[in-house]
């Protein structure tokens, strides 16, 4: 299984960015994939997940600011990243579930090595 994170980088706050992770080694059609992230000193915070059937689902905080998608063609899952926030600065992760409809951190059971999000002015 591969995992592999792109698009991070720098961002004023209030700007976008749509992170991709490119996915290989798995029936990526049938699995469940997820973002998660972590801030500088702070532990991993979930972000958001879909099933394999396109149902998503999000963190609170994260509602209507950041979208998932998958194109299960191109075995490639995005994050699309709108008014972001200094807070939202972190290295985000890609992971992916071996089921088809669990999406927490608890049920992920490969990681990508992550891309650095640094939204700041």
């Known amino acids: 299984v591969r995992l592999v994170e792109s698009g991070g980088g720098l961002v004023q706050p209030g700007g976008s960015l749509r992170l991709s992770c490119a996915a290989s080694?798995?029936?990526?059609?049938?699995?469940?994939m997820s973002w998660a992230r972590q801030a500088p000193g702070k532990g991993l915070e979930w972000v958001t997940g879909?099933?394999?059937?396109?149902?998503?689902y999000y963190a609170d905080s994260m509602k209507g600011r950041f979208t998932i998608s998958r194109d299960n063609a191109e075995n490639t899952v995005y994050l699309q990243m709108n008014s972001l926030k200094p807070e939202d600065t972190a290295v985000y992760f890609c992971?992916?579930?071996?089921?088809?409809?669990?999406?927490?951190?608890?049920?992920?059971?490969?990681w990508g090595k992550g891309t650095l999000v640094t939204v700041s002015s």
């Open positions: 879909i099933y394999s059937d396109g149902s998503t």
């Open positions: 080694g798995f029936t990526f059609s049938t699995s469940a």
């Open positions: 992971a992916m579930c071996n089921c088809s409809d669990y999406v927490y951190l608890d049920g992920m059971d490969y």
